[in-house]
């Protein structure tokens, strides 16, 4: 049975109205209001939620100026539009607003007065024209209808795990050969890129440095692509060694486990060079694979570090042992040239790319191999599901299972300090600190990623239902904090008081109103619910005197539809209160024993 609450609000909804306004006084009951921080992301967002509501007959591009003018002169600032832009997660260099930096690239160009374009004011026609060639991008971000919608409150809380890891100042740099040794073990960078190509960086994220080990998974899946999952399979495994990465040790069938450890990833590059496109040189087949980097990295120029080829190649004396020991066992495809084959495999380890860059070749794979910037499917879904499938089981070399366990994301980490991390259908992340730890894992990085998944529900198997002391970003801001609070009222209404106490454990604010200001106890009292009302007053100290908007106390709600225990309850909590009785002294719950 509906509790008269129910048919109170109900009733307001109804009343006096004919269809049409049924429907739109449903709309208004159900605008969800809270306040917001003064920032013109929230407020361009506010404001055009309000012309959606109004029906107002606006193109977008007339709404957007509308959000951003000046109200005394009518012309809308530049500089506060490219702001309150980038703090969607959209930068101006993004190549899917080409036309939209172009002209505003012109205006400088053509701007006498000495002054920035981000100075400039236009009238509403001049904002048109440059922003309608990319309408369809910028109206999505100002919507929030991208994966991380709340981006900015997304970007401050990786900040701080950012600054946390930084302080950690453990680990040794890979001394192997002198090009990676010289790096400073102070560099640290973070950067992010989603799947719609929101990015976010900080720290060192503009030096570049050796993908090594990241290759793995990119030549993988390049492979794939190339030959297909049967064909790379009949070469290489699928399961973890449960040895060193560098071990001399194949599996039951005579061929290296996977393609994340040297063995494994020495034969695929075999593949590349002898199967795939056999009729290239080997200086074309090395172009080609770059390329392939190149557009998984959205278009953006990758390096090649020669004197990092030449010592890994002079200082390989392992790798060498490993291809030998492959080829004594007939592990490479036919007619494979071993020497070129192991050069090519040094090749792609010295290829060299930023922060910035490596996070959009995993934003690449986490949106199933089509480039966020780009837009162009580089790899074929099923094979970037294979990629990720073994990046998850054995992409940290012999942490690989715990990692797993803790974190639960496909990552692969790399001798130079990176790790390439996906979470799929969400983001990449790159994370790069030189400084390893035994397992020969980034020190920062493990330790960012380990933080990330305690505040975040990013672990493949996590599950918000039953933890509700982690974050979910792909949700706005008003569907998880009210999502909380229906969760909260229902167990209140229900008597439900497991979950009162649950919800109390996780940390919960047991006094959080809806948008009536109705509390949990108000619905308990209201429903009588004698032992909830109690749990809330004693275990939960609520307010017993909160008002809702219609200026009902929760024993005014129990006097209502005379539930007498709740009523005695309240009444000599009141007294209690009234007479500052200590805690201790707490009354006995009526028709209770």
Not at 2 to 13: A, D, E, F, G
Not at 15 to 41: E, G, Y
Request: glycine share 6%; charged share 25%.
């Amino acid at each position: 049975m509906k509790s008269m609450v129910t048919r109170r609000i109900l009733n307001q909804i109804y009343k006096n109205s004919d269809a049409i306004n049924i429907r739109s006084s449903i709309k208004q009951t159900r605008k969800f209001c809270f306040v917001s921080k003064n920032t013109d992301l929230e407020n361009a967002s506010f404001q055009h939620e309000n012309y959606r509501q109004r029906g107002e007959n606006l193109h977008t591009d007339e709404v957007l100026f509308e959000m951003f003018k000046n109200k005394e002169t009518g012309l809308l600032s530049i500089g506060k539009f490219l702001n309150a832009l980038r703090a969607t997660g959209l930068r101006k260099t993004d190549p899917r607003l080409k036309e939209f930096a172009g002209i505003l690239k012109t205006m400088a160009k053509g701007n006498t007065d000495g002054y920035s374009v981000d100075v400039q004011k236009l009238n509403l026609n001049d904002f048109k024209s440059i922003i309608t060639p990319n309408i369809g991008l910028i109206s999505r971000a100002f919507r929030r209808q991208f994966i991380i919608p709340e981006f900015q409150e997304f970007c401050k809380q990786i900040e701080e795990i950012y600054w946390k890891c930084k302080e950690n100042t453990n680990g040794k740099v890979a001394s192997y050969i002198p090009q990676l040794k010289r790096m400073s073990p102070n560099y640290w960078g973070v950067s992010i890129c989603t799947i719609d190509g929101q990015r976010f960086s900080i720290g060192d994220v503009s030096i570049p440095f050796t993908i090594q080990s990241c290759s793995k998974p990119l030549t993988y899946g390049i492979a794939l692509d190339l030959l297909g999952s049967d064909v790379v399979h009949k070469y290489v495994g699928q399961e973890p060694s449960g040895r060193n990465f560098n071990e001399l040790i194949l599996d039951h069938n005579k061929k290296p486990h996977n393609p994340m450890i040297n063995a494994g990833a020495i034969i695929i590059c075999s593949l590349i060079k002898t199967i795939a496109r056999a009729e290239m040189s080997l200086a074309e087949k090395f172009d080609y694979t770059m390329n392939y980097f190149e557009r998984l990295a959205g278009n953006d120029d990758l390096g090649f570090n020669n004197a990092v080829f030449l010592s890994e190649r002079e200082c390989a004396d392992r790798n060498y042992a490993l291809g030998f020991y492959m080829k004594e066992h007939k592990c490479y495809p036919e007619n494979c040239t071993f020497k070129e084959c192991m050069d090519f495999y040094f090749q792609c380890c010295s290829l060299e790319a930023t922060c910035d860059q490596v996070s959009v070749m995993g934003s690449t794979l986490a949106n199933g191999g089509i480039c966020p910037l780009s837009e162009e499917k580089v790899l074929k879904p099923e094979s970037v599901r294979d990629v990720l499938s073994l990046m998850h089981s054995c992409g940290m070399y012999d942490y690989s299972g715990q990692f797993a366990f803790k974190v639960g994301v496909p990552t692969k980490s790399g001798v130079s300090g990176a790790l390439l991390v996906v979470i799929p259908n969400v983001m990449g992340i790159c994370l790069w600190s030189p400084p390893l730890d035994a397992l020969g894992n980034s020190c920062r990085g493990v330790q960012f990623c380990e933080e990330l998944i305690k505040k975040f529900n990013f672990h493949l198997y996590d599950n918000l239902k039953h933890a509700a002391n982690k974050v979910d970003p792909r949700k706005h801001k008003f569907e998880t904090k009210g999502l909380n609070v229906v969760n909260l009222l229902f167990s209140a209404a229900a008597g439900d008081l497991p979950g009162l106490r649950r919800h109390m454990l996780n940390g919960m604010d047991m006094s959080l109103p809806d948008y009536d200001g109705r509390t949990a106890l108000h619905l308990a009292a209201a429903e009588g619910h004698v032992n909830c009302v109690d749990f809330l007053l004693k275990q939960c100290q609520v307010p017993y005197d909160i008002r809702d908007r219609w200026g009902k106390t929760p024993l005014e709600e129990a006097l209502t539809f005379g539930h007498t225990a709740v009523i005695e309850l309240l009444q000599l909590w009141d007294e209690q209160a009234t007479r500052s009785i200590p805690a201790e002294e707490d009354p006995p719950i009526p028709g209770m024993g």
